[in-house]
């Protein structure tokens, strides 16, 4: 197929597309027209998503298991620092508008925390800084479905770029979430009897 004939093919799938998922024809125009610009994304509409939520929780509960290993290892007035970063692979469910916007993305954590003893009271309070991405290319697998028009090679987004009609691009997104924990001294998990870990999302960024 000529790159004139691709284009027609691709401008067709975008009108086509935007009546049932309006986000991916948003990108594939994007990946005509942005001329390879990076696209930030909507926090709300990607953490609609379980495969984003269930990538989350997971940095979380890593996150949690440290700090319980460090709030066990702390005498009375004693305080210690958790840092580390957490990267989880995030395979969109197929079906799904994500799927037709990242098929596989990355979800990079890092945590910072503070866990304190003071008498019977373990206190933990931090933050994480989650940010998403995967470049919105065609150059995984062999095959991309595309919505009404079926299985088709990766080719032919891979001819649009070499053709200088569109541009693969970057998509992205960040946030912050902060941590608020308890737990009595000797208990041998932060979470269960009486003792709490709260996940906030930070400030007004659930755009």
Do not use: C
């Not at 609609?48 to 290993?69: D, H, M, P, V, Y």
């Amino acid at each position: 197929m000529s790159a004139p004939e691709l284009v027609t093919l691709f401008r067709s799938i975008i009108a086509e597309g935007r009546k049932v998922h309006p986000v991916a024809g948003d990108f594939l125009e994007h990946f005509m027209d942005g001329a390879g610009a990076p696209r930030r994304m909507s926090l709300r509409w990607l953490r609609s998503f379980r495969a984003i939520q269930r990538a989350e929780r997971k940095n979380q509960r890593r996150f949690e298991r440290q700090i319980e290993r460090a709030a066990r290892q702390l005498g009375d007035g004693a305080s210690s620092w958790v840092h580390d970063r957490w990267d989880v692979r995030i395979n969109a469910f197929i079906g799904t508008e994500l799927f037709y916007v990242s098929r596989v993305s990355l979800l990079r954590s890092r945590g910072s925390f503070v866990v304190t003893r003071t008498g019977a009271q373990v206190r933990v309070s931090g933050t994480v800084r989650h940010h998403w991405f995967d470049p919105y290319d065609w150059d995984r697998g062999r095959w991309v479905y595309i919505p009404k028009h079926g299985f088709a090679p990766i080719a032919v987004g891979r001819d649009l770029v070499e053709a200088d009609e569109a541009r693969n691009f970057l998509m992205e997104s960040h946030h912050v979430q902060t941590l608020e924990g308890t737990r009595r001294a000797g208990r041998r998990r932060l979470r269960g009897g009486g003792t709490r870990f709260e996940w906030s999302l930070a400030g007004a960024e659930h755009r």
